[in-house]
């Protein structure tokens, strides 16, 4: 079993890393982002509570975060093991997780913040399923349009300039801590993300040992 955290700024690539870690190794990708993001969609009352802290330009507090990320991992849908992407954020979080879970590695995508902003003001959404896009990396077939179901693609109503320095000046006050916890406590790889997907997540099981990636194709 091979249990890792990803951790990274917003566009560092973390989902699309951790779902090519995935690929072949049998790994469920636990995305924390988008267990929020379900219940939203889906109206429920977890769903409802963050629609009210979004809208009100509020954090997602660390009790709430803490509670999805305990149900989903005992769900145990994962016999061979994890990602866990988007948590955790801070130094609360991690020790949290720390007292009941362990994992084989972190691994941290390093990311100038210009590339960062680069890439994240490109990302688009599809309105009516979620699925992810970016207008440098993954464009859709369809200009505008999801691959998937068709639906409108739209910009994040969080993908702004100034929303996005907030999230980087956070990220920064926030990630260092997290990272040093886990240099005491587990093994951290720290990876340049500033190459194309495939060599860095080649990268990233050079690091781990793990088997190489190949790519589609």
């Known amino acids: 079993m091979r249990k890792y955290v990803i951790m990274g700024a917003q566009g560092s690539g973390k989902g699309t890393q951790s779902e090519l870690l995935c690929r072949g190794l049998g790994l469920v990708h636990i995305s924390v982002g988008a267990v929020f993001r ?4 889906n109206r429920t009352k977890l769903g409802a509570r963050v629609r009210r802290l979004v809208t009100a330009g509020e954090l997602v507090g660390d009790d709430l975060v803490e509670d999805v990320v305990r149900e989903r991992l005992a769900q145990h849908d994962w016999n061979h093991g994890f990602v866990l992407d988007g948590f955790p954020r801070n130094r609360r979080q991690a020790e949290f997780f720390l007292e009941g879970y362990d994992v084989d590695a972190v691994i941290h995508l ?6 960062v902003r680069r890439r994240v003001l490109a990302r688009r959404l599809c309105s009516r399923c979620g699925k992810d896009y970016n207008l440098i990396s993954r464009r859709p077939e369809v200009e505008g349009r999801c691959d998937v179901c068709g639906g409108e693609l739209v910009t994040r109503a969080d993908d702004t300039p100034e929303a996005l320095d907030r999230r980087l000046a956070d990220h920064h006050r926030t990630t260092d801590p997290v990272l040093e916890l886990f240099r005491r406590k587990e093994h951290v790889v720290t990876v340049d993300a500033s190459a194309g997907m495939d060599a860095v997540q080649q990268r990233i099981r050079d690091r781990l040992g793990l088997p190489p990636h190949l790519p589609p194709g």
């Open 38 to 41: 379900w219940h939203v969609k």
């Open 110 to 115: 390093d990311l100038p913040d210009e590339e």
